[in-house]
């Protein structure tokens, strides 16, 4: 197939340039203009090698974000479903994304399959760009001759799995946010606050109370021994993060996250989001049971969640019933498992799974929205004892204080 080189300009106006594979100039056209790039000067080329885009080499090489991995799923669904052969689609794509690691990675995808590989396997070589459960059901649409559905499909997915991470950072961040507040609050106050009442306190030559004396310990304490109370939160920041990348560790963090008062129960309602909606995705792509439990476990991203997924593949491989399995696994409501006895005696279980993920969405919005309302109560009463521990350690000396020289 000839190679054209190409100027022209893409959907922003900037001037973009490469070389790609065409059966002639018309088809050329036709390509560029579904890239969303407006082609200027189209010259026959003998490089088919060159490269429109490299990825930048070093520290400041570019990342790959889950949306360059959606709009490529996206743009080979629109290209694969208007007839375009999937090597001049995957030049498209490389001559049109701006990401220029993304760019190359879809380079080494077109080396692949012209060396005669399917794109499932070519895909295989790039592991953190496409996840396991990408590249299965990708080689279910090459297999079924459904490749363009199957990229529609995920994107729908990965449209959710992204929407589904920002709402359970949002519902996290507020909570982590007055957490931080309030240990920065603490630590001025035995920095700042305290130390100044302390000269306060010597110049009485006064008993002070057993509460005032603890405060000001403390706050000399943490003057005394600053370096070694930073140092030492780093290196608890450093273990936690290489326990929990651990087996052992990210499965016992996984699990008391599930645990964790107000927060926990939206954790859990996402997660379970992600595992109906992905398993509903593999069966209406004609995945068994068996192996669509097996890829679902690789999304749900909690260990604790993914053991009793395999749990229930376990379960049915045994020849127990799916509903007997979620029964055991012990992490649906009544409300689901009786969901899921329905669609698996009316054959229509991927579209029951569809509803529960739906379902288990809406449930998590309404958390996050009211999470707010939830946590206020519990912040007020902790200020609340802030304030009464500091009111009775520095400001009972003061008035004990005020009490002798109104006697005199």
Known sequence: MPAYAYKGRDANGAQVNGV?????????????LTSNITPIDIV????????????????FQEKITSLDIMLFSRQMY????????????????????KNARMAAVVGDLRQSLDGGRELSAAMTEHPTVFSGFYVSMVRVGETTGLLDNIFLR??????????????IKAALRYPSFVVMAMAVAIVVINIVVIPAFAKVFDSMHAELPLLTRMLLGFSNFMLAYWPILIAASVGIAFLFKRYISTTTGRFKWDTFKLNIPIAGKIVQKGTMARFARSFALASKSGVPITNALKLVAQTVDNEYIASKVDGMRAGIERGESILRTANNAGVFNPLVLQMIAVGEESGALDDLMQEIADMYQRDMEYEIKTLGAQIEPILIVFLGVMVLILALGIFLPVWDLGKVALHK
């Open 20 to 32: 790609m594979e065409a059966t002639d100039t018309n088809s050329m056209v036709n390509l560029l």
């Open 44 to 59: 026959a080329t003998n490089n088919k090698t060159a490269a429109p885009k490299t990825a930048k080499q070093g520290l």
């Open 78 to 97: 629109t290209l694969l479903k208007a007839g375009i052969p999937i090597m001049q689609a995957l030049g498209g794509l490389q001559a049109s994304t």
């Open 154 to 167: 995920l994107f729908n997915h990965l449209e959710f799995e992204r929407f589904m991470h920002g709402q």
